[in-house]
């Protein structure tokens, strides 16, 4: 199994800067795929941002293209989110996620290990 556990969130105003860390354990050597996905209230779970842990592809949402920069440190087992230009719409509570399969993946069902959570709030 794999555990993953978020870190970074916060309360920013709009137009500011996060970065969300995610530490993987455990049966790392398995991971293929690291993700952030998004949940507001009420809302579906929707993904983020995807990155290869091996050749480093990534692949973005359009909601934050040009704003939000996924990377991965392998020899620490740990993805980051870096989040620009924060907006009101991008208040969430954001879940890092491990896939096993190759391939980048944008779907929920692609992923099988999941964090806690971490909140972002962006004030206007």
């Known amino acids: 199994q794999v555990q993953l556990v978020e870190s970074g969130g916060g309360l920013v105003q709009a137009g500011g800067s996060l970065r969300l860390s995610c530490a993987a354990s455990g049966r790392t050597f398995s991971i293929n795929v690291m993700g952030w996905f998004r949940q507001a209230p009420g809302k579906e779970r929707d993904f983020v941002a995807a990155i290869d842990w091996d050749g480093g592809n990534t692949v973005y949402a359009d909601s934050v293209k040009g704003r939000f920069t996924i990377s991965r440190d392998n020899a620490k087992n740990t993805v980051y989110l870096q989040m620009n230009s924060l907006k009101p719409e991008d208040t969430a509570v954001y879940y890092c996620?491990?896939?096993?399969?190759?391939?980048?993946?944008?779907?929920?069902?692609?992923?099988?290990?999941w964090g806690q959570g971490t909140q972002v709030t962006v004030s206007s």
């Open positions: 996620a491990a896939r096993i399969g190759y391939g980048l993946a944008f779907k929920v069902a692609d992923f099988g290990s």
